[in-house]
Each structure stands twice: as C-alpha cells, then as structure tokens.
C-alpha cells in the first residue's frame, strides 16, 4: 500500500513563516521562525515552553525565501537528490519552489519541477520539488524518510532567544550601548571642555572685561602681529628698461 505524504511535510509546505505569532502580539522578537514537527504548526521563541520534547526545525531565510539547515533535514528525509546551497558557512535547502523566468540552454541538470538550473548530480532545488515528483510518480515515501526521535534547536539559539524574550524593553540596555553611550559622554565632554575657554575669551574680549593673563596674551598676539607685519616690507619694484 503506498505510503501517505507525513504531515511534518505539509506543515513545512503549508505553514507561513516569519509573520506575527496570535498568540504573543504584544511581544518581542514574535515572529514565527520555528517549525514543531509534532504539532505541525509554526511557532515563536516565546512558545518553546509548550512544545518541550517536541522535534523543532529553526526557519531560516534567505533573499525572501525560507530555507532549512541541510544538517536538521537529512535526519528527517533523504535529502540526496536536493541541492544545497552554503550560507553563512552553512549548508542550507530552499522548502519552496524557485521557478526560473527564462528557460536554460545549455548542458546540466534542470530540476524536475520547476526547470530551475542545477549542478549534477542534483536534480531537485528545493524540497517541495522533490516531494511533489515522488507524489507525481506515485512512489512510496517511506524508503525516503528517515527515523528521527528526536529533533531540537541549537542550545546556543534558545539561549539567545530566551534572553531576548526574558528582557524588558523599558531597562533593556546592551553592552554594546552602554559602551557606546560613555564613549559619547566622554567625546561630548572632551569638546565641550575645548572649545569653552574659547568662547569665553571671545566674549570676555567683546565685552572689554578681559583678564590680566588673557590681555596679555592677546597683547602678546598682536604686537607679535604687528611686528611680522611691518617686517615684511616689499621691495623697491624694478622696472623694465625702455626699449
């Protein structure tokens, strides 16, 4: 009897991803970039509590489009056939159909449902093209499918998430900022410090209440002016001789 399509595939064909979860509108970080296969629904970093234990995928994205880690997807189905694709130093699989306008000329593989160009020995783009040719050729999905138990996150990624659920928008203060706001106090001072004296001089000098040292200096400034400028006499002008 031939097998029926899993619903943790039509949950990854189906479900929208990256859109604003119901359930936690009034929350940070509320989009919905995790797929649980248990459930067979998407989900946000805020309902990881309810889906303890459940097989989670992380939905990544790339130029609009939602890829998976090829490493989380080949413990679920073969994954073969797909051609990946490295991003970020990751080798990630597009879920969706990429269909190409203009049609290839030339040698190579094209894939089997959306003549999309591929190296060899690839012959599906994405995932759902390879589920919608097995379903097209009447296959059995079971020699495809692979045991998996088992299925979670990145502990790093649930670390980070957790902390930017955990964090209150009103006293959120990132290191980075609170560096950054001294690195400008302080360059805010330092200007301010510099260029005081100075226009306290130009006032105090328009104002004629100038005091001892600053009169003498700017005594010492134009006499020391003066003296270059009657230094610099021009010479007796020669002209030429007549002709």
Request: glycine share 6%.
């Amino acid at each position: 009897m031939e097998a029926r399509k899993p619903a943790w595939l039509e949950a990854l064909d189906k479900q929208r991803f990256f859109v604003s979860c119901s359930v936690h509108e009034n929350a940070r970080k509320k989009e919905k970039n995790i797929c649980c296969l248990d459930c067979c629904t998407a989900i946000c970093a805020h309902c990881l509590g309810s889906h303890h234990g459940h097989r989670l995928v992380q939905i990544r994205r790339y130029v609009y489009h939602d890829v998976v880690r090829l490493q989380d997807l080949d413990k679920l189905i073969d994954c073969s056939s797909v051609q990946s694709y490295t991003i970020n130093s990751s080798k990630v699989i597009f879920l969706k159909k990429r269909p190409q306008s203009r049609h290839f000329k030339g040698s190579g593989n094209i894939c089997t449902s959306c003549d999309r160009t591929l190296q060899e020995p690839y012959v599906h783009c994405s995932l759902e093209c390879k589920v919608d040719y097995i379903s097209r050729q009447g296959k059995d999905f079971s020699p495809y499918l692979r045991t998996c138990q088992s299925l979670q996150l990145n502990p790093g990624l649930i670390m980070a998430q957790e902390a930017d659920v955990g964090g209150d928008d009103g006293n959120e203060t990132t290191r980075s900022t609170v560096v950054q706001g001294e690195d400008d106090a302080r360059c805010s001072s330092e200007s301010e410090n510099f260029s005081m004296p100075y226009v306290s001089f130009i006032r105090k000098k328009r104002s004629g209440l100038l005091p001892t040292h600053c009169s003498r200096s700017a005594n010492r400034m134009s006499h020391d002016g003066i003296a270059a400028s009657t230094s610099r006499r021009k010479g007796i002008p020669q002209r030429s001789p007549l002709c």
